[in-house]
């Protein structure tokens, strides 16, 4: 039972470039989420999908794009990377309406954009 | 919208000593869920503690504790007996419950705690 992992761990881009961050959880769980953390400013989420087949905005969405592939696989794309983008992304998931909601977060992927 | 607010940037206590997180929050909702994070050197984001809005009684996992005073929209983290091991960033966050329809957590900007050998 891996929990949430996500690929890679660190990534150097040049501006311009394009990227997908990828994100699977194994817990069965039925809502997904991307964050990005920086310095002084805590966890801004990106995107969610409350379930399979739907994606919502979360705070700062744009220069992003997802996926909810399936229920375990929810991707994060940047399609123009610029240096603003460099920080530090956590995929997440959780159980919902079971009244034990509670998320679970991978270990991070760490982006540089030149 | 709701929002989440960590007052206190950094925190230091000293080995054995108990310290206080300070945590607010803001809503309109009556039905939601509260957590802290903690987010070791490691960057690992570990859920410490969770406290449904609908229950009075305080959370408690082992030496950490909440005081949940949900009229004062506070949620403060008490951590007993503080270790090294303790050192971290601290984060409050925030969830609607499922009367709401929507899933999003709110985080607080975090604290950073220092424990002193």
């Known amino acids: 039972n891996a929990g949430v992992t996500q690929t890679p761990k660190f990534q150097v881009l040049k501006t311009g470039q394009s990227m997908t961050l990828q994100c699977a959880q194994d817990?069965?769980?039925?809502?997904m989420y991307w964050y990005r953390q920086d310095p002084g400013m805590g966890l801004r989420l990106i995107y969610y999908?409350?379930?399979?087949?739907?994606?919502d905005k979360g705070e700062v969405p744009n220069g992003y794009n997802v996926s909810r592939l399936n229920k375990r696989e929810f991707s994060l794309r940047l399609e123009s990377a610029a240096p603003s983008q460099t920080s530090v992304y956590f995929c997440?998931?959780?159980?919902?309406?079971?009244?034990?909601?509670?998320?679970?977060f991978g270990p991070g992927t760490r982006l540089l954009v030149l | 919208a709701q929002t989440v607010t960590q007052s206190q940037p950094e925190m230091s206590v000293q080995e054995a000593e108990t310290v206080t997180l300070s945590c607010t929050y803001d809503?309109?909702?009556?039905?939601?869920?509260l957590f802290w994070y903690k987010q070791p050197p490691s960057r690992q984001m570990i859920l410490v503690i969770r406290?449904?809005?609908?229950?009075?009684q305080n959370a408690t996992e082992n030496r950490f504790s909440v005081n949940f005073q949900k009229a004062a929209k506070s949620f403060s983290l008490k951590i007993s007996d503080s270790q090294l091991g303790d050192a971290a960033m601290y984060f409050c966050?925030?969830?609607?419950?499922?009367?709401?329809?929507?899933?999003?957590?709110?985080f607080g900007t975090g604290t950073r705690l220092k424990v002193l050998a």
């Open positions: 817990m069965n769980h039925n809502s």
């Open positions: 406290q449904e809005a609908y229950k009075q």
């Open positions: 966050a925030y969830r609607s419950g499922a009367t709401s329809g929507t899933y999003k957590y709110i």
């Open positions: 809503t309109s909702e009556s039905d939601y869920y």
């Open positions: 997440a998931s959780s159980a919902t309406g079971t009244g034990k909601e509670t998320q679970y």
């Open positions: 999908s409350a379930s399979e087949g739907t994606t």
